[in-house]
């Protein structure tokens, strides 16, 4: 079965770093258009941050600033760097990612990791 693999979540304080990893199961898959989205409790899944197959990136207004996405296609693996933190950002993350298979393009999600900021 074909997975995006997550991790990288934990515990931090406030002002603190992660960097969240995002890659397919198999190597053979290759990542093209990537989102990072996140879903706290009682909230709807917001979109965070994006990059393109081309390395393009944005990001919602409330983490410009202090989330970076980077992608390392040597590892096939997508990443996003979170520093200053914020109990604000406490969610489940998600990776979302558009997969090429036998020539057709479909969109896996990573089974969530979560992060959690204490004041």
């Known amino acids: 079965q074909v997975q995006l693999v997550e991790s990288g979540g934990g515990l931090v304080q406030a002002g603190g770093s992660l960097r969240l990893s995002c890659a397919a199961s198999?190597?053979?898959?290759?990542?093209?258009?990537v989102g990072w989205y996140r879903q706290a409790p009682g909230k709807q899944r917001e979109l965070v941050a994006s990059?393109?197959?081309?390395?393009?990136?944005n990001y919602v207004d409330s983490v410009k600033g202090r989330f970076t996405m980077s992608r390392d296609n040597a590892k096939n693996t997508v990443y996003l760097q979170m520093n200053s933190l914020k109990p604000e950002d406490t969610a489940v993350y998600y990776c979302?990612?558009?997969?090429?298979?036998?020539?057709?393009?479909?969109?896996?999600w990573g089974q969530g990791t979560q992060v959690t900021v204490s004041s």
């Open positions: 990059i393109t197959s081309g390395g393009r990136t």
């Open positions: 979302n990612a558009e997969l090429t298979l036998f020539g057709v393009n479909r969109w896996f």
């Open positions: 198999e190597n053979t898959l290759r990542l093209n258009g």
